[in-house]
């Protein structure tokens, strides 16, 4: 099949050498440290890089099963073409392509894409001006990726703005997490912070106030905080063992947690947060 823009190569040597950014893709140590590196990330099926390729990422490369070049047939052509040539699209059977991931991978297909540039804080915090009750959710030192990506998928869903990444959080764009997003971390606009104390400046002079999700003695039930919710609200998710964080907790106005039953004491953030977006929606 020949599509404008892309060269279609059959692979038979897991190792060959051109397929450096798939191999290993269940090391998620060597992968974190990897992809950000490179400046990619890896999508994963059909459905994410069709979302990844909508919202304009410029394919490096592709992978997959045979059987999936007609199904993305309509997104593929021109996809990452510049100056440099055509991109390539590698093919190989089932059985090479888990000799080359190390995993099964049974969704057919996979990409490697350029991570778009990040907005600065600050440009990120003045695209919402225009939203009348704007809603941000910050993401406090979460290292698993499902939660990461669970949450976006419900931000997006549920009302959230954007998303802000504390430096110890876990890559919105790595695979497991896109996957588990559906591919909404390619809709919500989302940025790295670096500081805590120049985060909590930030959103207050724009007019921010910032809650926190979290079980102590000064918090109050989410449905009475929802009552008289500010116009313009950031919430803190923190970590289920510790929680949030001393310097999240510093820039926080309120402490706000979800009512629970029985002798359960908490949710799973990702459960936690679609609560809260709902609860808390403008």
């Known amino acids: ?39 990619i990330y890896m999508a994963e099926s059909e459905m ?10 410029q394919v490096k490369s592709l992978l997959m099963a045979e059987r999936w070049i007609e199904p993305l047939a309509d997104v593929l052509p021109g996809i990452g073409a510049d100056a440099a040539g055509e991109t390539p699209l590698y093919v190989a059977d089932y059985e090479t392509l888990e000799q080359i991931t190390g995993f099964n991978v049974h969704r057919g297909a996979l990409a490697a894409i350029y991570r778009p540039a990040l907005l600065t804080l600050d440009e990120l915090l003045d695209s919402l001006e225009a939203i009348t009750s704007p809603r ?14 669970a949450i976006f998928r419900s931000a997006a869903a549920l009302g959230a703005d954007a998303v802000l990444i504390s430096p ?6 790595y695979r497991r997490s896109i996957r588990v997003s559906m591919g909404t971390v390619f809709q919500v606009p989302w ?7 120049v985060l909590g400046e930030a959103l207050r002079s724009r007019g921010f106030a910032v809650a926190a999700l979290a079980l102590s003695d000064d918090s109050v039930e989410i449905e009475e905080f929802a009552e008289s919710a500010p116009d313009r609200l950031a919430l803190i998710l923190g970590t289920e063992g510790t929680g949030i964080s001393a310097e999240a907790r510093a820039i926080c106005d309120a402490i706000v947690r979800i009512p629970m039953r029985s002798d359960v004491d908490s949710l799973n953030v990702a459960a936690a947060s679609a609560v809260a977006f709902w609860a808390l929606r403008a």
């Open 168 to 173: 110890a959080c876990a890559d919105p764009l």
């Open 1 to 39: 099949m020949e599509i404008a823009g892309v060269t279609v190569i059959q692979i038979e040597d897991p190792a060959d050498p051109r397929l450096s950014d798939y191999t290993g893709l269940t090391d998620v140590a060597r992968r974190s440290k990897h992809e950000p590196s490179m400046g």
């Open 136 to 149: 941000i959710a910050i993401l406090d030192g979460l290292v698993n990726h499902t939660n990461v990506g």
């Open 48 to 57: 994410v890089i069709r979302i990844a390729v909508e919202a304009g990422h």
């Open 191 to 197: 940025t790295r912070f670096d500081s805590w104390f």
